[in-house]
């Protein structure tokens, strides 16, 4: 390998992980939005304003022209599969926060990144080298320490923070498959659609009355969710999906940012340790992909 394409290649995957970075954190924002409005909002509710607000997202990123063809993808079927999977993921993540305690859930759920690197092996044909599995395993650990889950859980009620795991894994390595094929902009349409779809049948069922200002906010998570799932997609398909895994960790870190700054949940000791070693271990991985 030449060092021109060797230094593009150390420029991509930086510039993938800063895109994914920027991505969990908007995810981050995201959230702390719906949880500002759970008590008035039902979760069909919150879930359907994030892809129905996303729309003016996957517009804004194409040219006018090219609009009746956002949806023209080499593998629909594969796209179809692959965006339903946020939808199942969601469902499952409230499913479980209403039958466990909020870090046990949390923790169990974070071992997504871990999934992606294991499952990037057989699906993607991706070579994971040990450094990526130290530096995702290291992450986990963090993520431990901050969340510190105890020994209360149901032992039946954990099979759904692992579902949520699973399905959130899953998809993140087939948006990695899809985007050799085509476009992220693409990509971005089929997530949007299949969600708007599917939550759209159910809101009948599950509709609250919503007052002005909260509008405001429901179209805000709906910007938020589509530039999140924009950045993402666009990160999996400039680096391979072991080296993304342990930025991923960066969403809990920024929720406990809006957690300290909206909710005044200042972060303790333990939380702050856990911080530091999920820092390290992305600066880990990404000094031995680009150095």
């Known amino acids: ?65 090219a609009w009746l063809r956002l949806l023209q993808s080499e593998r629909p079927g594969l796209q179809v599969g692959r965006s339903l999977l946020p939808v199942l993921a969601n469902t499952t993540a409230v499913i479980a926060l209403g039958l466990m305690p909020l870090a046990d859930a949390t923790a169990i759920t974070f071992i997504y990144p871990l999934l992606v690197v294991a499952l990037s ?3 993607l044909g991706e070579r ?16 431990l320490v901050m969340a510190r889950p105890g020994a209360s859980t149901i032992a039946w009620a954990g099979l759904f923070p692992r579902a949520t795991a699973f399905f959130f894994a899953l998809y993140q390595v087939l948006t990695r498959l899809v985007s050799r094929e085509d476009r992220p902009v693409v990509t971005l349409a089929w997530t949007i659609a299949a969600g708007l779809a599917v939550t759209t049948a ?32 666009r990160a999996f398909a400039m680096a391979p999906a072991a080296v ?25 000791a333990w ?13 880990y991985v990404l000094r031995h992909q680009t150095g």
């Open 1 to 65: 390998m030449s060092g021109a394409t060797r230094a593009q290649g150390k420029s991509e995957t930086f510039g993938a992980v800063l895109l994914l970075t920027c991505g969990v954190v908007l995810f981050a924002v995201m959230d702390g939005i719906s949880k500002l409005m759970s008590a008035e909002s039902s979760v069909v509710q919150l879930v359907w304003a994030r892809y129905m607000f996303a729309v003016p997202v996957v517009l804004a990123a194409t040219k006018p022209s």
């Open 121 to 123: 092996v057989p699906l």
């Open 128 to 143: 994971v080298s040990a450094r990526s599995w130290l530096g995702v395993a290291a992450g986990f650990v963090g993520i």
């Open 202 to 233: 159910l809101l009948p069922f599950r509709w609250s009355h919503v007052d002005g200002s909260d509008w405001l906010l429901l179209i805000l998570s709906g910007i938020l969710f589509g530039l999140g799932q924009l950045l993402l997609i």
């Open 244 to 268: 993304l895994a342990p930025f991923s960790y960066v969403q809990i870190i920024a929720a406990v940012v809006f957690g300290a700054l909206v909710f005044g949940q200042l972060p303790d």
């Open 271 to 283: 939380t702050l340790a856990g911080i530091t070693l999920v820092v390290l271990a992305g600066v």
